[in-house]
């Protein structure tokens, strides 16, 4: 990490921090001067990360770790699941995709389009794209990456718009990593982990206080990995991962906290495989020979040329000072930078791309596939940004409050740097490719680029009030986000017609051209509403509604003439969102049972087919979830969840191309469990079930290829021996009864991500 850098970009940060911080001094004297007014004014709840209820004692969080959402997750009337390190350190889990398998409904259900396969944690959740909705310690996250969880604590998932908490988010929900910081015991812990299919994995967390400075620790989280991917020839994933987390004033009034993030990542990307004689395929003329003989899953279409190298960097630095224990005041300011160099081998499995022996058509040996979408991303993301909030607990006569109050200042920039190529890439083997097929293909910087960036200022409030001791609670959010998005996107000129041209106008031909030149700004007015009932304490039940909106450009820093989106003179895109449901928290408050019903309808869509009313446009998710997680005994615990829901394109053409009204890649159901049991004698038993539905895939000009994929169920095992207090071994056992699934689809068809298939990892894990 470039520490010059680091301070040139918190000092060209200086004026906002002054201004956020002269903010907090102006409001935090009468907040508490308030909070102490009344003798019965309630102390202030965790709203920290120190304060979050994460340990090794189950899987049960009790708050979430954001000051925004003002009561524990039984009162929060949403549904927020909080994924603990407990539960995805058991299943062996990695990476955020994989940590999100525990949350039902929510994973990567889309392989990207025909020229663009998609690159790191693709997420869909409730119906929608949500990959740019993925938060670290409630701070955007940029970068169409993979993100390792070896630093991180817990995985919120907010399902529900989100705007109102966030700023601009996904149509229904967010996802947060929580990561991990200093504190003040003297502990070290780390994992080894060695699969039978190349799996080789190292972490260590080390904790330590520092006695020369009273009341201060340093933490270090590492990681080594070099994996290939179980049942995938030639994809790797080799990471090298450093976190620092230095704490001053530990557990005294004001704390103090400095975390630096650093990992590279060099990986071989996966180009998925055809979806020729699936289940759902047709033969095109001249494919008839395919049918009935699938390739195989382990199939790379690539060659050595394909990488995607990953370098991410990130400095948080946190301040939270109490003025009483009723009003905390804390500051956020974060510099981040992500940078990706990817080439990957995409094809499309057309007869036009597959050819085989004229003279011998049963010849299956013979077929060879075009290697013809070779996709590239040269991009950098960076972030700036400074997060004030005052908490504070009060009372009012006979009514409580629990306010947070904030503003927030961010600068958001993404860099894609053009690329011109020259050569071909070989023709692949249909049924037996060889990645060390050579070829003149090259390609290079051609001095073009496409560079979004987004300007925010925030301002947002939040309160709990609660009526008749506690009985009911009204908990209200607004936020006014005003954002300046500009967009300049060059090309080499070509003076060609279709897809492709570029005109040149005056200039030669080869020339660097302005393609897009494009300014969106507004103000957002995002605001939610809820009630909670609460019967008895054990038991809330409970309404929200809520709004959230999308901006032109919101989600790729990207806008856009025309018909689009992102074309900067519509309206954003709104989703509101309405749910109800009961939480309940048994034997003793070990075990939360959580059930909800929700309608969300997003708006302003885009419709092609009214051009009179190009956003006349609407969808609409309609769905019941029910969970329960936590501890049945002190030693059997449980994490499990289901969700259904039935979506629908209320007004606009059909998005899937079966003709029906569904949204694509969203299952209708799915269920996910994992628990585990510890035996006196050290003995551990775990295991858990997924099941996915089946899925639609979109609508385009694809013949003969699957319209959807078939739902699937998988069974995890994992079976572990605690050799003495500090040391535990454990085999994880994944797809035991070795299913062959298909995880994704692309929107064409054409090509398929295959689920995990069965493998086994052996592990060590060590505490002192």
Known sequence: MSFLRLRESLAAAAPAYLALGCFGLAVSPAAAQDSGSEAKAPRLGGVTVTDTAIDDEGYKVDRPSSPK???????????????????????????????????????????????????????????????????????????????????????????????????????????????????LESALSGTLSVGVDGQKRVTADVNQTLGDLSNSALRLNVLWQDSDVPGRDHVENQRLGLAASLGFGLETATRAYLNLLYVDQDNIPDGYVPTIALPGWQPQAGQEALAGHPVDSRNFYGTRKDHDDVRAQMATFIVEHDFSDNVRLSNVARWGETRQDYLLTAFMSTNANIVGDPANPNDLSAYTMTRGNPTIRDARNRILTDQLNLRADFATGAIEHNLSLGAEITSEKQITYGHSSSGTLPVANLYDPDWNDTSNYTHSRNGTASRGKTNTLAFYAFDTAKFFD???????????????????????????????????????????????????????????????????????????????????????????????????????????????????????????????????????????????????????????????????????????????????????????????????????????????????????????????????????????????????TVVDALLGYAVNDNVTLRVNAYNLFDKHYVAAINKSGYRYTPGQPQTFLFSADFRF
């Open 69 to 183: 959402f003002t009561q524990p997750l039984r009162d929060t009337p949403q549904t927020i699941q909080v994924i603990d390190k407990q539960l995805f350190n058991e299943q062996g889990a990695t990476t955020l995709t994989e940590v999100l398998r525990n949350s039902p409904g929510v994973g990567t259900f889309y392989a990207g389009e025909n020229g663009n396969t998609t690159s790191g944690d693709a997420i869909r959740m409730r119906g929608f794209d949500t990959s740019n909705s993925i938060f670290v310690d409630g701070i955007r996250d940029l970068g169409s990456i993979s993100r390792d969880i070896f630093n991180t604590e817990a995985v919120e998932v907010q399902k529900g718009p989100a705007g109102t908490d966030n700023g601009r988010t996904a149509p229904t929900g967010a996802i947060n990593m929580v990561s991990k910081r200093a504190s």
């Open 470 to 712: 506690g009985l009911l609670l009204v908990t209200g959010g607004i936020r006014l986000d005003h954002y300046k998005t500009t967009y300049v996107s060059t090309a080499v000129c070509n003076n060609g017609t279709g897809r492709g041209a570029v005109p040149c106008g005056t200039a030669p031909v080869g020339s660097i051209v302005t393609t897009a030149d494009l300014t969106a700004k507004d103000t957002l007015f995002n605001w939610k509403l809820g009630a909670v009932l609460k019967p008895s304490e054990p038991v809330s039940l409970y309404v929200n509604y809520a709004l959230s909106q999308q901006p032109p450009g919101g989600d790729n820093f990207t806008l856009a003439t025309g018909n689009s989106a992102n074309n900067p003179d519509f309206a954003p895109q709104k989703a509101k969102t309405i749910e109800a449901g009961v939480k309940l928290d048994a034997l003793d408050g070990a075990l939360a049972f959580n059930a909800a019903v929700f309608q969300t309808k997003v708006l302003n869509e885009v419709n092609a087919a009214d051009p009179s009313d190009i956003q006349s446009g609407s969808k609409r998710v309609r769905g019941f979830e029910l969970s329960v997680v936590g501890n049945i005994t002190d030693d059997w615990s449980i994490s499990a969840g289901y969700g259904h829901q039935k979506t629908k394109v209320t007004n606009g053409g059909a998005v899937a191309v079966d003709g029906s009204t569904g949204l694509t890649y969203a299952p209708d159901d799915s269920f996910s469990s994992w628990t585990s049991y510890r035996a006196p004698f050290g003995l551990e038993i775990a295991g858990g079930v997924r099941y996915t539905s089946g899925m639609r895939r979109g609508t385009d000009g694809a013949a003969g290829t699957p319209p959807r994929t078939q739902g699937y």
